[in-house]
């Protein structure tokens, strides 16, 4: 079993920053990708930010030039900084893991910008 720990939610106003964490513990074995999704109200579920084990990252229109995605392999945790950020943004951010073949998710962490 997988636990995804998300962190650095909050309130913040339009232009600002906020970096989000994710932390993963538990039966770890190798990780194909890590990725931050988000869900505004009465909207689908939608892909942010992803990062494969290579390396190589993918990111929404809406997030590219604005977010970054990283992580730290020791700390098994990935982060995404997002800046300029929009009320548009507002929304659940959820962090997922893709390992030993299973999709796993966090709690949710809830980002709210105000203009």
């Known amino acids: 079993q997988v636990q995804l720990v998300e962190s650095g939610g909050g309130l913040v106003q339009a232009g600002g920053s906020l970096r989000l964490s994710c932390a993963a513990s538990?039966?770890?074995?190798?990780?194909?990708?890590m990725g931050w999704y988000r869900q505004a109200p009465g909207k689908q579920r939608e892909l942010v930010a992803s990062?494969?084990?290579?390396?190589?990252?993918n990111y929404a229109d809406s997030a590219k030039g604005r977010f970054t995605i990283s992580r730290d392999n020791a700390k098994n945790t990935v982060y995404l900084q997002m800046n300029s950020l929009k009320p548009e943004d507002t929304a659940v951010y959820y962090c997922?893991?893709?390992?030993?073949?299973?999709?796993?998710w966090g709690q949710g962490t809830q980002v709210t910008v105000s203009s």
């Open positions: 538990g039966s770890l074995s190798s990780i194909n990708s």
């Open positions: 990062m494969t084990s290579g390396d190589t990252t």
């Open positions: 997922n893991i893709h390992t030993a073949g299973y999709y796993y």
